[in-house]
């Protein structure tokens, strides 16, 4: 069974960082796009900043404040949020798709609530 777990969320003050770490087993890591979506409360889950072998992407809310990155040697993708704000308060999703098949997306259960406060 495919598993992705994510950790480092956590209580930070505002303009702190924080590092997120997703570790995936049971797929062929270097075949999937990963990526880092987010939910606050009371709204829809939306992409953060996504990741291939050779680009990555951001949301304009993050440019330049989040850095993902990822080590297909550990099957690990990591979010690195520096400069956080209130806003960027939101439980962190780690999400997983097949650069071919589409349809195999798996996601992770979602950190401890990553709060700016």
């Known amino acids: 069974q495919v598993q992705l777990v994510e950790s480092g969320g956590g209580l930070v003050q505002p303009e702190g960082s924080l590092r997120l770490s997703c570790a995936a087993s049971r797929i062929i890591f270097s075949l999937y796009i990963m990526a880092w979506y987010r939910q606050a409360p009371g709204k829809q889950r939306e992409l953060v900043a996504s990741?291939?072998?050779?680009?990555?992407h951001y949301a304009d809310s993050v440019k330049s404040r989040f850095t993902i990155s990822r080590d297909n040697a550990k099957n690990t993708v990591y979010l690195q949020m520096n400069s956080l704000k209130p806003e960027d308060t939101a439980v962190y999703y780690c999400n997983a798709q097949h650069v071919r098949l589409r349809r195999l997306e798996y996601w992770g259960q979602g950190t401890q609530g990553t709060k700016i406060s």
């Open positions: 990741i291939t072998s050779d680009s990555t």
